[in-house]
């Protein structure tokens, strides 16, 4: 997958995905559940490609599930357009 291995391009993919919730109604805190179930199957399933990736499995690997939410939370904030 060509899009975990540049961080912007995941970045600007993940603000699209936040971008169409918001623009069907999705409430912060949907948006903020999907991207944790997604953090953590990337945690469990994709292979990091890049320093960034790295860094954050590694943060995910270390949370519990209160970390997990705010690093979900923080991740959505930094993918917003």
């Given at each position: 997958m060509a899009i975990l291995e540049d961080w912007t391009e995941w970045?600007?993919?993940?603000?699209?995905?936040?971008e169409l919730g918001e623009n069907i109604?999705?409430?912060d805190n949907t948006i903020t559940n999907i991207a944790e179930k997604v953090g953590t199957f990337l945690a469990n399933n994709?292979?990091?490609?890049?320093?960034e990736e790295?860094?954050?499995k590694e943060m995910w690997d270390?949370?519990?599930?209160?970390?997990?939410?705010?690093?979900a939370k923080l991740i959505v904030r930094i993918t917003a357009k």
């Open positions: 970045k600007n993919t993940l603000g699209n995905a936040v109604g999705m409430s994709v292979d990091p490609r890049n320093p790295r860094l954050l270390a949370s519990d599930i209160n970390d997990k939410n705010v690093l």
